[in-house]
């Protein structure tokens, strides 16, 4: 199983960004993908999960109605599209394929002016 992100960096406060996870070595159609992030000095948190079809998506409370995570089956990918971004968004963003507990690299989000 592999999971490589892409699609952060530096956005100022307001600002967009989409994030990408490319996913191998599995039936990525057949799981469920989540998105993770950690800022510094606390634990891992959930930002948003994907059901395998796409047809039910949860989100944490500090990012609903801000981000919108969805999946493309036919090129093993789950996105993160991050709206309104505030400077507590900073983290390293996790993909995750939680059935088989792996983890991507992380990408880098910092939202500062």
């Known amino acids: 199983v592999q999971l490589v992100e892409s699609g952060g960096g530096l956005v100022q406060p307001g600002g967009s960004l989409r994030l990408s996870c490319a996913a191998s070595g599995f039936t990525f159609s057949s799981h469920r993908m989540s998105w993770y992030r950690q800022a510094p000095g606390k634990g891992r948190e959930l930002v948003a999960s994907?059901?395998?079809?796409?047809?039910?998506?949860n989100y944490a409370d500090s990012t609903k109605g801000r981000f919108t995570i969805s999946r493309d089956n036919a090129r093993n990918t789950v996105y993160l599209q991050m709206n309104s971004l505030k400077p507590d968004d900073t983290a390293v963003y996790y993909c995750?394929?939680?059935?088989?507990?792996?983890w991507g690299q992380g990408t880098q989000v910092t939202v500062s002016s």
């Open positions: 995750s394929a939680p059935w088989y507990n792996a």
């Open positions: 994907i059901s395998n079809a796409g047809s039910i998506t």
